[in-house]
């Protein structure tokens, strides 16, 4: 069953709410530019949060796992569309909730972490606001990327097939018979020979030979002597 398609998304590309045209393709390369910027912002919260930990691999992890939860939580979020208010209500407080934990944690371990490695004055205090505001802008445009990509998923129309549009137009299996194939005619005529009176041929005939020609006589007078 052959599917009518639909014009690719490139080109002219979709039009945007916000103003502005982008296709379906540069939407999903950029979710994926905004998600691996939201990695690098976990992977140093994890990093400052281990090395603040105690030298052993239980502490460790217990320090390693705020930043994991809320980047499986924005995962979450991101790809499970909402369909009830409530039920969204309660999804963005425990969000909310878990990144503020993260946050504080994560904040005060990249502060000792930075005051050790010899960072003084405010930089110990500024620098942990640097990841923590990656983390939060990236984890922001990666929510608005995903419900910009549904919206626009949803605005394209169903694809519908001929043979689905033939059924419902006329209630029922249609058989179409393939039109049978005309007949050869040839353009050559061939003569029709008719019999004398005395069994003679009649008619036009194809000009041969003559019956001398076909005697052994004949054949030997014009045989050229050597």
């Not at 640097?130 to 983390?135: F, H």
């Not at 419902?168 to 393939?178: K, R, S």
């Not at 050869?184 to 019999?195: E, M, N």
């Amino acid at each position: 069953m052959r599917r009518l398609a639909l014009p690719p998304a490139t080109g002219g590309g979709l039009p945007l709410k916000g103003g502005g045209e982008m296709t379906l393709p540069e939407l999903k390369r950029l979710r994926w530019a905004v998600r691996m910027v939201l990695l690098v912002g976990i992977a140093a919260s994890v990093a400052a949060n281990i090395l603040h930990a105690e030298p052993n691999p239980i502490s460790r992890t217990i320090s390693a796992w705020p930043p994991l939860a809320l980047l499986l939580t924005i995962e979450l979020v991101s790809r499970i569309p909402v369909t009830r208010p409530l039920l969204a209500v309660v999804r963005i407080a425990a969000t909310a909730t878990i990144a503020s934990i993260a946050a504080y944690v994560s904040y005060w371990h990249m502060v000792g972490v930075v005051g050790r490695y010899g960072e003084t004055g405010a930089s110990p205090f500024l620098i942990p606001i640097t990841v923590d505001g990656l983390i939060v802008v990236a984890s922001v445009s990666l929510v608005e990327l995903a419900a910009k990509l549904r919206s626009l998923t949803e605005q394209i129309a169903p694809v519908v097939t001929m043979e689905e549009v033939v059924v419902e137009t006329l209630g029922g299996p249609v058989t179409v018979q393939a039109p049978s194939p005309a007949p050869v005619v040839s353009l050559v005529s061939t003569p029709r020979v008719k019999r004398g009176p005395r069994g003679g041929l009649s008619g036009p005939q194809t000009q041969g030979p003559s019956s001398e020609g076909l005697n052994g006589r004949a054949l030997m007078a014009d045989t050229p002597k050597v």
